[in-house]
């Protein structure tokens, strides 16, 4: 059965940093494109980035330059790499797969004081 599990959410104060990441079971990663979206209190749930199987990324404009979204076929894993944050990136982030099946991650917290 197909699965993504997402991790490393947290608590984090303005300016810092956290790491996401998305581990892949039944889906194989490296043949797959990959999303990362998330959802703020309220809000609709919107597009983060992508990462296409050859590696190429797309960023919405209120993330680029501050995340970057990568992968280890490896260990079948996408990660998303959030540095510089702000208040307005608090959301539950959810990984998913873009190609073929849509799977959806159950979501991670992400909180970001002021």
């Known amino acids: 059965q197909a699965q993504l599990v997402e991790s490393g959410g947290g608590l984090v104060q303005a300016g810092g940093s956290l790491r996401l990441s998305c581990a892949a079971s039944?889906?194989?990663?490296?043949?797959?494109?990959m999303g990362w979206y998330r959802q703020p209190p309220g809000k609709q749930r919107e597009l983060v980035a992508t990462i296409a199987s050859l590696g190429r990324t797309n960023y919405a404009d209120s993330v680029k330059g501050r995340f970057t979204i990568s992968k280890d076929n490896a260990k079948n894993t996408v990660y998303l790499q959030m540095n510089s944050l702000k208040p307005e990136d608090t959301a539950v982030y959810y990984c998913?797969?873009?190609?073929?099946?849509?799977?959806w991650g159950q979501g991670t917290q992400v909180t970001v004081s002021s």
């Open positions: 998913k797969t873009e190609t073929g099946v849509r799977y």
């Open positions: 039944g889906i194989i990663v490296g043949i797959n494109t």
